[in-house]
């Protein structure tokens, strides 16, 4: 059974950083793409990171490109977001979901993990 | 950037068919999924590559993807797929999510 589980949400101030983990189970992580999707209190989802199985890709949405920075490290089946400058704007809860192959579809999702950016 | 607009909200009585839209410039061109979310839970996949349906998923949802718009349609609702539901699609290197659609069974 597919399992995903985040971790290292919290309350941090406005400029601060923090670093978000995903560990994965139940499938062969190394081959899937992973991505963050992220959701503001009552607002719709938003893709935020993307990196492709190896690690050698990654990408990201305009709004967090150059102060997000999504890393995985599959010996240990465990996907990263270190978020930098976080500004209030960030204030989401942060899911990380698995890309089914060839379709760009998010499969699996985590339970997500809450992120406030206040003063 | 890309966008893909959804109407806020649509509701449907108990056994009806509800028709969700999602409009985006050449999206029939691109592959589009649909996801469902319950207050409180994380999304959940109910559509990929425009119609088929991941395993678990009932037959009564269904899906097209033509032109400019992609539509989830759901027959014989039930008052549990009350939700929120959005498309997304793929586009140069980003994941586009709708803006979303509130269903209510009434």
């Known amino acids: 059974e597919v399992h995903l589980l985040e971790s290292g949400g919290g309350l941090v101030q406005p400029g601060e950083s923090l670093r978000l983990s995903c560990a994965a189970s139940?499938?062969?992580?190394?081959?899937?793409?992973m991505s963050w999707v992220r959701q503001a209190p009552g607002k719709g989802l938003e893709w935020v990171s993307g990196?492709?199985?190896?690690?050698?890709?990654?990408y990201y949405a305009d709004s967090v490109k150059g102060r997000f920075t999504i890393s995985r490290d599959n010996s240990k089946n465990t996907l990263y977001l270190q978020m930098n400058s976080l500004r209030a704007e960030d204030t989401a809860v942060y899911y990380c979901?698995?890309?089914?192959?060839?379709?760009?579809?998010?499969?699996?999702w985590g339970q997500g993990t809450l992120v406030t950016v206040a003063s | 950037s890309y966008e893909l607009t959804q109407p806020p909200s649509v509701s449907v009585s108990p056994g009806q068919t509800a028709s969700i839209t999602c409009s985006g410039d050449k999206l029939g061109d691109k592959y589009a999924c649909w996801y469902q979310q319950k207050p409180g839970q994380s999304p959940v996949l109910v559509i990929y590559?425009?119609?088929k349906r991941p395993s678990g998923i009932p037959e009564r949802f269904s899906a097209s993807n033509s032109g400019n718009t992609a539509t989830l349609t759901i027959s014989g609702t039930q008052a549990m797929d009350e939700a929120d539901y959005y498309c997304q699609a793929w586009d140069s290197s980003t994941y586009v999510f709708g803006t979303g659609t509130r269903v209510t069974v009434l």
């Open positions: 990196i492709s199985g190896s690690g050698a890709s990654t």
């Open positions: 139940g499938f062969t992580f190394s081959s899937y793409v």
């Open positions: 979901a698995n890309v089914m192959t060839g379709s760009r579809a998010f499969d699996y």
């Open positions: 590559q425009d119609s």
